[in-house]
């Protein structure tokens, strides 16, 4: 039984390659963003050609943080799971790593903080909560909320992570997913 909340963001679960791929977006992220990314962090674009934090529920999806690199102001080089609030960094040196979501290839899993039932596959689902994560690992605690039925959702629940003590009813169960809400065209 899955009795223990323990959220590690959205993770590429499986790609039909065998491997997950990402993106590199030069200066993806703003410097001095106030809000941090960690890895398994869902991302949107925005109207600047940069990625920010997905923050809402329904909230459109370009990809999954996956990391960044960067040359801070004193030139030490920085390759980091996450991208800590307002960093900084030299212009032209930062290298923002996306899981994106347009691969129809790729399939996700995250935890819930809520008890989802068999029945459930097919349904919306969203996040729960802002996004969050450890200093120390760099690794996101995103969490999953309850499933939103026929409602429009952030993601689309496919069926459940077959692992040891995770089984449907659970508190928090882990779940395949896809991207229901795309992000399209930013203007």
């Not at 949107?44 to 329904?58: C, F, L, P, R």
Request: aromatic letters at 8%; hydrophobic letters at 40%.
């Amino acid at each position: 039984m899955s009795l223990q909340a323990s959220p590690m963001g959205i993770r590429v679960a499986s790609h039909k390659s065998g491997d997950p791929r990402f993106i590199v977006i030069k200066d993806g992220i703003i410097s001095g963003y106030t809000s941090s990314l960690y890895t398994g962090s869902p991302v949107m674009m925005g109207t600047d050609g940069t990625i920010k934090a997905v923050t809402a529920v329904n909230d459109p999806i370009f990809g999954i943080f996956a990391g960044c690199e960067y040359t801070d102001p004193t030139q030490m080089r920085r390759v980091l799971p996450q991208f800590l609030a307002n960093s900084t960094y030299v212009a032209g040196s930062m290298l923002a790593k996306v899981v994106p979501i347009n691969d129809p290839g790729s399939i996700f899993m995250g935890q819930t903080a809520a008890s989802v039932v068999a029945t459930a596959r097919g349904e919306g689902i969203n996040i729960s909560g802002g996004p969050a994560g450890s200093n120390y690992t760099g690794l996101s605690s995103q969490a999953l909320g309850a499933p939103t039925g026929a409602t429009a959702a952030s993601f689309t629940i496919l069926d459940i992570v077959q692992q040891p003590d995770n089984d449907w009813g659970d508190p928090f169960v882990w779940l395949y997913l896809d991207i229901q809400n795309k992000q399209g065209p930013v203007a």
